[in-house]
């Protein structure tokens, strides 16, 4: 599931239940108010962090790469030396487009994040 959850653990009993799940997730509104009260805690949240959730290594997004870019290329040279194209090599060259666009923007997005990042509720029991 990923994304920003609340630490219950250590916030059990003085204003959280003790029956509570050990986390909850934070949804767009509750990173909103969090960052409203209290911005230090996606200070927190460190690239390092992010970047250890993540399944693939750059070496797999460059071999993506790489096959598409080669893809295009023999599409791109087979229409310079005026040889037929199919629509099925049409169609996929421009898929391959896209996602040559969808790697270079999403590059450092982390692939099947399961557990969320925590915030610690010992901090920020005044609010």
């Known amino acids: 599931m990923g994304g920003l959850a609340f630490d219950t653990k250590s916030a059990q009993g003085v204003f959280i239940p003790n029956d509570a799940e050990d986390y ?22 460190i690239d390092r962090i992010i970047d250890d959730k993540s399944k693939t290594g750059n070496f797999g997004k460059v071999l993506v790469c790489l096959q598409t870019l080669w893809f295009i290329a023999q599409c791109i040279s087979r229409f310079a030396q005026t040889l037929p194209i199919s629509l099925l090599e049409l169609n996929t060259f421009g898929h391959c487009l896209c996602a040559l666009l969808i ?11 399961e557990r969320p990042v925590l915030i610690r509720a010992d901090s920020y029991r005044e609010t």
Request: glycine letters at 4%; a negative charge; proline letters at 6%.
């Open 103 to 113: 790697y270079c923007f999403w590059w450092n997005k982390p692939l099947d994040v």
């Open 24 to 45: 909850w997730i934070v949804k767009d509104k509750g990173v909103d108010r969090l960052c409203e009260l209290h911005p230090e805690i996606l200070d927190t949240v």
